[in-house]
């Protein structure tokens, strides 16, 4: 296991800000440069059943477990002063589960919301929710609008958490949207790609550049469709509950090799600009 050292030679206070880290998570916070951070952090958080089940454990106590890893990658991005994260907690497509599961996934993201609120507003976290809300209970509706009204005022990362989400019926949502715009009327003959992202759920922020994968499977699962055109992807063998401070260090070290290679970006670069697009990349 790492030694936990506390930082000698790392500078700066998103870094200070970490407090303590191990020697591995030092080490890759040397390879870090702090200033080509992406702008936003989309996570698809798989692999909760399989941690369980290899412990001869419940599904459930794999998503009670996540949610200290959901912890972890919010307050390390936040103290890295990344601007947005997204965490796919629920999809459209979830409700096949047993109905215990979704309901014990729905009282573990209350209770989140309830234990986490210091974290968040000590982080200056600004909370939104990303699907279709008004279709979830009641009750997990009304502690969702109290979170991001809490929240509101909160100048730090934005931490989008998708739920009831899928990228095609966020499209469809905000087609709809573009449609309801033009008061029914037959006027509309022409949406243009930024028209079509102010009705997206994610409006206002940037694209994510970076998606995060755990548990291993290449796939992109109805995931913020739209917005990960030209993301770069980071699959990992890593179950959701086992992904700790030093694997989303690595991720972000991983990321900045592949921006080197292929972005554009040019060494020193900050990281409010968004990278070149390559026609046809
Ligand atoms: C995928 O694992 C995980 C989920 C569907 C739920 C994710 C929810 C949490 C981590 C907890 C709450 C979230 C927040 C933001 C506090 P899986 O069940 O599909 O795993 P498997 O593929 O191994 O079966």
Redesign the pocket.
């Known amino acids: 296991m790492s030694q936990t050292i506390a930082h000698k030679t790392l500078r700066g206070p998103a870094l200070e800000s970490l407090g303590p880290v191990t020697s591995e998570e030092a080490r890759l916070l040397e390879k870090l440069d702090l200033a080509r951070l992406p702008r936003h952090v989309a996570v698809i958080?798989?692999?909760?059943?399989?941690?369980a089940?290899k412990r001869h454990l419940p599904?459930i106590a794999?998503?009670r477990q996540?949610?200290q890893?959901?912890r972890t990658t919010i307050e390390t991005c936040a103290r890295l002063k990344i601007e947005a994260l997204t965490?796919?907690?629920?999809?459209v497509e979830?409700w096949r589960r047993p109905k215990t599961e979704i309901d014990f996934?729905m009282q573990?993201?209350r209770e989140?919301l309830k234990k986490e609120m210091p974290l968040l507003q000590k982080n200056e976290i600004r909370m939104r929710f990303l699907g279709r809300i008004h279709e979830l209970p009641s009750a997990v509706q009304k502690d969702v609008r109290e979170a991001m009204e809490k929240t509101a005022g909160n100048k730090g990362m934005v931490l989008c958490?998708a739920l009831n989400y899928g990228g095609r019926a966020e499209i469809v949502d905000a087609m709809n949207a573009v449609l309801r715009e033009q008061n029914g009327s037959a006027s509309l003959l022409h949406v243009t790609e930024e028209h079509l992202s102010r009705h997206l759920y994610t409006e206002g922020l940037p694209d994510p550049d970076l998606l995060i994968r755990t548990?291993g499977e290449m796939r992109v699962s109805n995931f913020l469709l739209w917005q990960i055109a030209y993301a770069e992807i980071f699959v990992t063998e890593t179950?959701?509950p086992d992904f700790n401070r030093a694997r989303l260090l690595e991720s972000l070290v991983e990321f900045q090799k592949r921006e080197r290679r292929y972005g554009g970006i040019r060494e020193g670069q900050p990281n409010t600009e968004k990278p070149a697009r390559v026609a046809g990349e």
């Open positions: 958080m798989d692999g909760n059943g399989r941690w089940q599904r794999g998503h996540g949610t890893s959901a965490l796919y907690a629920f999809s979830n996934l573990l993201l989140y958490v548990s179950l959701w």
